[in-house]
């Protein structure tokens, strides 16, 4: 006999294991399917830490969902009993009118968000591992910092599994449909399932898994780099925090040392889009190269000289790019029992909490007391 859930959550990376939470904690008879372990580093969520900023340069409809993702944050650290987020503050860097620069000013005056502006010089003099050209603006904002994404995502799945959830791990969906009854009919390499509402959080798999996602929702191979500090004081969680900065080089992010559990130590950094490279995540390699290194150490020996010492990790992720680079959060053309969280572009982890609860909403009840305007999969047009 086919076994029947009330929804059914596809993979179990940042955005699917909070979502099986808020199902879960809900009441709802949930099932989640990862294809792999959890967590796992062949994906989007892995890398020991991810940044966490309020001022938000992307769009300014993005600040009520960050504020909730800091709620939900807080919330999940209370019931976990384990911290998740380390507040570090962040610093949004460029020239006076770069994007990075003008629109975080401009998230933070609009929202009222406590910040400072400092020229390269007071930033230096504050935080003395910055080391940035002259003409360099930054936004320091107290509330930004990192969270650990492995342990959000134990966090996430531990805490459903305790609400009633049933997890299945290293099993691979082959696909689904909707029945007369309306009820969807999912396949796996081990059986089929039955279920009111399917969940699709497949990350760089997304189009694989939801069809009209197609050229939508575009895997590209990313490379980030641990390098040991020449002067380790100075890359602290208390003396370094996070940053994003525009360079006639790119856009590059940075994240200070952390290693608590002996983890990997040492200043992290990666540069978005890397060398803009599009993949197949079943195919993709997974070793990083001598030219992944080279970028990313001539970026640091340029702007942060000082943590710039042995490298002494690497890793291979993936971005999952819309064309506007913002978020899909929403349910499928004819098949509202089916919602898909794609397209998270580089910038979507921190808002993982807050995406966990909208699908949840989009599961349960088909809308959301959230705006999701902007991430209605509608406006990226119709698949070729």
């Given at each position: 006999?086919?076994?029947?859930?009330?929804?059914?959550?596809?993979?179990?990376?940042?955005?699917?294991?909070?979502?099986?939470?808020?199902?879960?904690?809900?009441?709802?008879?949930?099932?989640?399917?990862?294809?792999?372990?959890?967590?796992?580093?062949?994906?989007?969520?892995?890398?020991?830490?991810?940044?966490?900023?309020?001022?938000?340069?992307?769009?300014?409809?993005?600040?009520?969902?960050?504020?909730?993702?800091?709620?939900?944050?807080?919330?999940?650290?209370?019931?976990?009993?384990?911290?998740?987020?380390?507040?570090?503050?962040?610093?949004?860097?460029?020239?006076?009118?770069?994007?990075?620069?003008s629109g975080s000013l401009r998230s933070c005056l609009e929202n009222n968000f406590a910040h400072e502006v400092l020229n390269s010089?007071?930033?230096?003099?504050?935080?003395?591992?910055?080391?940035?050209?002259?003409?360099?603006?930054?936004?320091?904002?107290?509330?930004?910092?990192?969270?650990?994404?492995?342990?959000?995502?134990?966090?996430?799945?531990?805490?459903?599994?305790?609400?009633?959830?049933?997890?299945?791990?290293?099993?691979?969906?082959?696909?689904?449909?909707?029945?007369?009854?309306?009820?969807?009919?999912?396949?796996?390499?081990?059986?089929?399932?039955?279920?009111?509402?399917?969940?699709?959080?497949?990350?760089?798999?997304?189009?694989?898994?939801?069809?009209?996602?197609?050229?939508?929702?575009?895997?590209?191979?990313?490379?980030?780099?641990?390098?040991?500090?020449?002067?380790?004081?100075?890359?602290?969680?208390?003396?370094?925090?996070?940053?994003?900065?525009?360079?006639?080089?790119?856009?590059?992010?940075?994240?200070?040392?952390?290693?608590?559990?002996?983890?990997?130590?040492?200043?992290?950094?990666?540069?978005?889009?890397?060398?803009?490279?599009?993949?197949?995540?079943?195919?993709l390699g997974r070793a990083p190269n001598t030219e992944d290194e080279a970028l990313l150490r001539s970026f640091a020996e340029r702007?942060?000289?000082?943590?710039?010492?042995?490298?002494?990790?690497?890793?291979?992720?993936?971005?999952?790019?819309?064309?506007?680079?913002?978020?899909?959060?929403?349910?499928?053309?004819?098949?509202?029992?089916?919602?898909?969280?794609?397209?998270?572009?580089?910038?979507?982890?921190?808002?993982?909490?807050?995406?966990?609860?909208?699908?949840?909403?989009?599961?349960?009840?088909?809308?959301?007391?959230?705006?999701?305007?902007?991430?209605?999969?509608?406006?990226?047009?119709?698949?070729?």
């Amino acid at each position: 006999m086919t076994k029947r859930y009330d929804a059914i959550v596809v993979g179990l990376g940042g955005m699917g294991s909070a979502a099986l939470y808020h199902l879960a904690k809900r009441g709802l008879h949930a099932l989640g399917i990862e294809q792999f372990e959890i967590p796992h580093q062949l994906g989007s969520s892995h890398g020991l830490t991810r940044i966490i900023r309020l001022a938000y340069y992307e769009d300014l409809s993005y600040v009520p969902l960050l504020r909730r993702s800091y709620e939900l944050w807080a919330a999940l650290e209370r019931e976990f009993g384990e911290p998740l987020f380390y507040q570090t503050g962040s610093i949004d860097m460029g020239s006076e009118d770069s994007e990075v620069f003008s629109g975080s000013l401009r998230s933070c005056l609009e929202n009222n968000f406590a910040h400072e502006v400092l020229n390269s010089r007071q930033l230096r003099a504050r935080f003395p591992a910055y080391q940035m050209p002259a003409e360099t603006m930054a936004v320091f904002q107290p509330q930004g910092g990192l969270l650990l994404p492995e342990r959000c995502i134990s966090a996430h799945t531990q805490l459903a599994r305790h609400h009633g959830a049933e997890i299945h791990t290293g099993e691979r969906v082959l696909g689904w449909e909707i029945l007369p009854d309306e009820s969807v009919r999912l396949r796996s390499d081990r059986g089929e399932y039955r279920a009111e509402k399917l969940v699709i959080c497949g990350g760089a798999w997304a189009s694989k898994l939801a069809p009209p996602l197609a050229g939508k929702a575009v895997p590209e191979r990313q490379a980030l780099i641990w390098l040991a500090p020449k002067r380790p004081a100075w890359f602290r969680l208390d003396r370094f925090p996070v940053w994003n900065a525009q360079v006639e080089e790119g856009r590059y992010y940075g994240l200070p040392e952390y290693n608590p559990g002996g983890e990997t130590p040492g200043m992290k950094l990666g540069r978005y889009h890397h060398l803009e490279e599009n993949c197949d995540p079943d195919t993709l390699g997974r070793a990083p190269n001598t030219e992944d290194e080279a970028l990313l150490r001539s970026f640091a020996e340029r702007y942060f000289p000082d943590g710039t010492g042995d490298t002494l990790d690497m890793a291979i992720c993936m971005f999952t790019n819309t064309p506007d680079e913002h978020f899909v959060l929403d349910t499928l053309p004819g098949a509202p029992q089916v919602s898909v969280a794609a397209g998270f572009s580089g910038h979507g982890f921190k808002m993982a909490s807050v995406v966990g609860e909208i699908m949840a909403d989009l599961a349960q009840r088909g809308e959301t007391r959230h705006d999701i305007a902007l991430h209605r999969l509608s406006r990226l047009g119709q698949s070729a």
